[in-house]
């Protein structure tokens, strides 16, 4: 199983696409072969004039929080009320070793003849 994490703010196409939030962190374990196991999101809002972190989970990435995100769960109640960055919140998640696959560039196009 594998743990990656995407920053939207970062991804070459975020400025493509818009959004209700200012910025989000995407977690996912993966399996061996590369198929999605499960999903959540860390989403910065705007609230009473603060950018603010939310943690925003589907029912069924629940267990997963439990079975594979144990220490960001940890590390998220460490810093309960601190209001980090997106940036920030990166490299917490780079230190708990989780590997951030942000796409900063965009693929190149390939021609075939």
Same mark, same amino acid.
């Given at each position: 199983m594998?743990? +990656? ?9 975020a400025? @493509?696409?818009?959004?209700?939030f +200012?910025? +989000?962190?995407? %977690? #996912? ?5 590369g ?12 609230l009473?004039?603060r950018?603010?972190?939310?943690? @925003? ?6 267990? #997963? *929080?439990?079975? @594979?995100?144990?220490?960001? %769960?940890q %590390? *998220? ?10 940036? +920030?919140?990166v490299s917490?998640?780079?230190? %708990?070793g ?6 900063t ?5 390939? @021609?075939t003849?």
């Open positions: 594998k743990r +990656e994490f995407v920053q939207f703010s970062k991804a070459w196409y400025k @493509h696409n818009r959004s209700e +200012e910025d +989000e962190i995407t %977690l #996912a374990t993966y399996d061996d072969d198929s999605d196991l499960s999903e959540f999101s860390i989403q910065w809002v705007w009473n004039d950018r603010v972190p939310q943690l @925003h989970v589907f029912d069924d990435a629940w267990k #997963a *929080l439990i079975n @594979h995100f144990l220490d960001v %769960l %590390l *998220l109640s460490n810093l309960d009320n601190k209001n980090v960055t997106p940036d +920030e919140m917490y998640l780079e230190t %708990l989780i590997e951030n696959t942000t796409e560039e965009p693929p190149s196009i390939r @021609h003849t």
